[in-house]
């Protein structure tokens, strides 16, 4: 292929995309990250007798032991009388057979109450369903005679579980779901008492309400991350809190959480008691599936059955939330009108034991664009357990050193709002994620300035500037900056680090005829000019330029960025998409993402760097790029660790009078960031 062919294919490429972001501003992207489902997911599904098109009906085992205890017939004529005596049997002897046959049939009743919209019946047969399947696989008397290998104790759990649900569910209905209150329900003789408790750090207002995950199927989310055990997933929905804190500002409206409903039976020994001895104490507990995935019973750890994908979902489709993200397109076009939205956002709440990982999209971006690699890096419990997930939310149409001073100035306050006085150590070993243009941005927040940025524009001293002192401090937090020292991690994804031949002369005129910027920016820059005549050798910097512009191969920044020193305590990781020469676009792109070319995005430089077969839009989703971020978390988490215990027997050893044992070459002074 010639070269003129080849550089023509490439602009028609160019010019593609182009076209798609002019074509950007007719619509809106739908949300679309889950379905509901016509009939929820029901785990005794594929039970043809407990779920039969004629109605359910007891297994033939169970139906073995009421003929032996000649209740067969009782049971097709008074399923009430039946459970009453066979609870009877079981007080006289009791068997594990006798519980899961009294679980089984006490579901069935539940199912046929429901379907004749007895509510009440309903839910205290589903209780009692649980209670006794709950008995039949942690009551220490059947330790001997329970065997994990029937099938009865894979179906005493799927009991359990849809049992657990369905009563749930005709409480919630019924206002009954409630942290911090206790309900009563009857069957036959026996009556249960629930008490309903949040487990964790959550309190009892948290929530708006509760919705349930069998209701959905998980879309856009590449990978549905659950474990199975006991238990209830639900999708529980963050209220607004009373008492704000100081984290307050940056959870979006509308938070859902990953929740588990776990109900426990906390007399076991009373089931078999007469009168008011035998009643039933229960406690439903509801965790928090990102804290627990277990719990302790008979001393051993039973695993909870959780779902951390579909409440995610749920929450990225909330209307709120997505109506304030979802500014990618206002954010390039009209930076000044996307300046509300901007700043920090949490998905999780605050919690000051955990090291933040802080992602930064790109071009005409957001931050649903981590949503693939945030869904499958908290799948990891080690991740999950040590490090919380920020976002950062920046209108993309402004230069992206524009972006970087305000993201100092974000980060700046959002310590100060949370740590005044700098005591939580987690937040002193944050990490970078960012992608494309983002990853500009993040490296600027861990570079010393000098006067390396305001060289590019002048070989006079900064003080020699004729300006406003508004003014003269606007540009001089721009081009003078020192590194953030709580920042020890830096991952640039895609970053067009030497520019990207998207910025050509084609998308360059779009851009400046498309982006609106501030005219206030374009006068400050006029008024400087005119003001400092002779003082500056090259204004372009502080002339008044778009986000394409920014990322050009000809932009002066780019190569002073590649040059500029360092925070010595920062890591620095790189990952770059190369595309297959097989495929259409790898045949007519440069060798790289389809965007940034390899030259451009590689770098000599880093602590680690990986090449991805992917394209620009999806580098940072594919399973290479965040394997290679959860290697580089695990790694961090081991050095952070090995630190923080370094730095308290230090403290230690000082406040006891003692000279620290330090390894060869590190002197006594106090360790500093």
């Not at 948290?206 to 991350?225: A, C, M, P, Q």
């Not at 929905?237 to 704000?244: D, F, T």
């Not at 992206?400 to 100035?409: D, I, L, N, V």
């Amino acid at each position: 292929m010639s070269h003129s062919n080849h550089f023509f294919q490439r602009t028609c490429y160019v010019t593609f995309l182009v076209a798609a972001l002019s074509l950007c501003t007719l619509g809106c992207r739908s949300n679309g990250y889950l379905i509901e489902r016509n009939a929820r997911l029901n785990p005794l599904t594929n039970s043809l007798q407990l779920q039969s098109w004629s109605g359910p009906q007891a297994t033939e085992r169970s139906e073995q032991l009421l003929r032996r205890y000649d209740l067969a017939k009782l049971q097709e004529e008074d399923p009430e009388q039946t459970l009453q005596l066979l609870q009877g049997e079981i007080r006289k002897e009791p068997t594990a057979e006798k519980m899961y046959t009294f679980a089984e049939l006490a579901y069935v009743a539940g199912q046929r109450a429901q379907k004749k919209k007895q509510w009440e019946r309903a839910q205290d047969y589903y209780a009692a369903c649980v209670a006794h399947a709950y008995l039949f696989l942690f009551d220490q008397q059947f330790d001997q005679s329970r065997n994990p290998y029937d099938p009865r104790f894979r179906g005493a759990c799927d009991l359990y579980n849809d049992a657990l649900e369905s009563a749930l569910r005709i409480a919630r209905d019924s206002g009954m779901l409630k942290p911090g209150t206790t309900n009563q329900i009857q069957v036959g003789d026996r009556t249960y008492h629930v008490r309903v408790e949040l487990r964790g750090s959550w309190a009892c207002q948290e929530f708006d309400r509760f919705e349930f995950v069998s209701d959905y199927d998980v879309r856009k989310l590449t990978n549905h991350y659950r474990s199975y055990g006991l238990g209830v997933p639900l999708i529980a929905v963050r209220a607004k809190p009373q008492e704000a804190t100081p984290a307050e500002s940056y959870l979006p409206p509308g938070l859902s959480y990953a929740a588990t409903a776990f109900l426990r039976v906390t007399n076991p020994q009373g089931a078999f008691a007469e009168g008011e001895q035998g009643d039933c104490h229960c406690v439903l507990e509801l965790y928090n599936s990102m804290q627990t995935n277990h719990v302790e019973l008979s001393q051993r750890l039973v695993p909870l059955e959780t779902d951390l994908s579909t409440p995610l979902a749920y929450f990225l489709d909330n209307k709120q939330f997505h109506a304030s993200q979802d500014t990618s397109t206002l954010g390039l076009l009209d930076p000044t009108k996307a300046q509300g939205a901007r700043g920090l956002y949490m998905l999780e709440a605050y919690d000051p034991e955990k090291i933040p990982v802080l992602m930064v999209h790109g071009l005409w971006s957001s931050p649903l664009t981590w949503m693939q690699m945030f869904n499958d890096l908290r799948a990891y419990p080690e991740i999950r357990d040590h490090y919380q997930f920020w976002f950062y939310l920046y209108p993309t149409g402004q230069p992206f050193w524009s972006s970087a001073r305000q993201m100092r100035e974000d980060l700046a306050a959002c310590r100060l709002k949370l740590d005044p006085e700098h005591q939580t150590e987690a937040l002193d070993h944050m990490v970078l994620v960012g992608h494309s243009m983002g990853g500009l941005v993040s490296r600027l927040q861990t570079i010393e300035s000098g006067n390396d940025f305001w060289q590019i524009v002048s070989d006079e001293p900064f003080e020699s500037l004729k300006a406003d002192p508004e003014q003269k401090e606007l540009i001089a937090k721009t081009l003078f900056f020192e590194p953030n020292p709580d920042i020890k991690q830096v991952v640039t994804i895609g970053t067009p680090h030497r520019g990207s031949e998207f910025a050509n002369d084609y998308t360059r005129w779009l851009g400046r005829h498309l982006i609106q910027m501030p005219k206030m920016l374009e006068d400050l820059s006029m008024k400087i000019t005119r003001d400092n005549p002779g003082l500056f050798r090259d204004p372009e910097l502080l002339k008044t330029s778009n986000s394409i512009d920014s990322l050009s191969p000809e932009a002066p920044i780019l190569p002073v960025m590649i040059e500029a020193r360092k925070a010595p305590w920062v890591k620095f990781h790189n990952i770059v998409g190369v595309l297959d020469e097989d495929t259409w676009v790898g045949s007519v792109a440069t060798r790289g993402d389809g965007i940034v070319p390899y030259e451009s995005a590689h770098l000599d430089d880093v602590f680690s760097e990986i090449v991805v077969d992917a394209d620009h839009v999806n580098v940072h989703q594919h399973p290479r790029s965040v394997l290679h971020v959860r290697d580089i978390l695990r790694s961090h988490l081991t050095q952070v660790i090995a630190e923080l215990q370094e730095r308290r027997l230090v403290a230690e050893q000082r406040a006891n009078g003692v000279a620290p044992v330090l390894p060869a070459g590190q002197s006594n002074r106090p360790l500093t960031r």
